[in-house]
C-alpha cells in the first residue's frame, strides 16, 4: 500500500514538473520571437543597397539569400582590429542614393546614428575583391574593396523568407540588385520590412529550374 501510495505522491509532482518546462520553453519561444520584431515595432526606418545576386550560385530553399554593400567591409574602416566572433557596431552615413553606406567599425556603440549590430563571421587578409554583378559578356564582374583584407558581417537580416518558388524568384530579380527597407531599433538590432528589386525578372525564367 506504502508503495501504491508513493506512486500516487510521484505522479502528482510530475505533472506539474512538465507543465512547468513545456511553459519555459514556450516563454524562450516568446522571447525570442520579441526581440526579432522588437526593432518593427520601435524602430526608424532605413534603406540599405543589396548586392547583385550571382545566378551561378542561387539557393533552392524557402528563403531568399540578401548580400549588401555593408559585408564585407574592407579593414580600414575598423576603429581597432576585431576577430572573428566579435560583435561590432557599424556607424552609417548617407550614400546619396536615398540608402545607406558603412562609415566606420566600432566595438561599441557609437555616439552617432544610425548604426547597425553585427557580428563578424569570418576574416579575410590580403587583397579582396567583391562581386559586383555580370557583365555584358555574360561573365561576373568583380572590384577590389581592399588591399589591407575585409571583415565578414551577419547582421541577422541576410534572408528573407518566403515559400520557395517566390524566394527562388525574389533572387531571379535580385541579379541586378535592389533594396531592402529595414526598421532599426535604438541597440542598433535590424529587422527586414520588405525587400524591392531594381529590375525584377519575368516570373517563371526559362533555364532557372
Known amino acids: 500500500m506504502n508503495d501504491i501510495k508513493q506512486g500516487g505522491h510521484g505522479k502528482r509532482f510530475l505533472v506539474p514538473a512538465l507543465l512547468l518546462v513545456v511553459l519555459a520553453q514556450v516563454l524562450v519561444l516568446v522571447g525570442e520571437w520579441a526581440v526579432a520584431h522588437y526593432p518593427i515595432w520601435k524602430g526608424d526606418p532605413l534603406r540599405l543597397r543589396v548586392q547583385p545576386v550571382d545566378p551561378r550560385d542561387l539557393f533552392r530553399g524557402n528563403y531568399a539569400r540578401l548580400d549588401y554593400d555593408l559585408s564585407p567591409l574592407p579593414m580600414e574602416l575598423g576603429e581597432g582590429h576585431f576577430d572573428k566572433g566579435d560583435v561590432v557596431y557599424v556607424r552609417l552615413a548617407e550614400a546619396g542614393d536615398g540608402g545607406w553606406r558603412a562609415a566606420s567599425i566600432h566595438a561599441r556603440p557609437p555616439a552617432e546614428k544610425p ?17 559586383t554583378g555580370m557583365g555584358d559578356d555574360g561573365k561576373p564582374q568583380y572590384e577590389r574593396l581592399s588591399l589591407t583584407g575585409a571583415y565578414h558581417l551577419r547582421y541577422g537580416i541576410e534572408a528573407w523568407f518566403a515559400p520557395k518558388l517566390k524566394a527562388q524568384q525574389l533572387e531571379r530579380d535580385l541579379r541586378q540588385g535592389g533594396w531592402a527597407v529595414l ?27
Open 183 to 209: 526598421s532599426v531599433a535604438d541597440s542598433g538590432r535590424a529587422a527586414l520590412v520588405t525587400v524591392e528589386p531594381d529590375n525584377p525578372a519575368p516570373t517563371g525564367e526559362a533555364g532557372d529550374d
Open 115 to 131: 548604426f547597425l549590430r553585427a557580428r563578424i563571421k569570418r576574416v579575410s587578409s590580403g587583397e579582396y575583391r567583391q562581386f
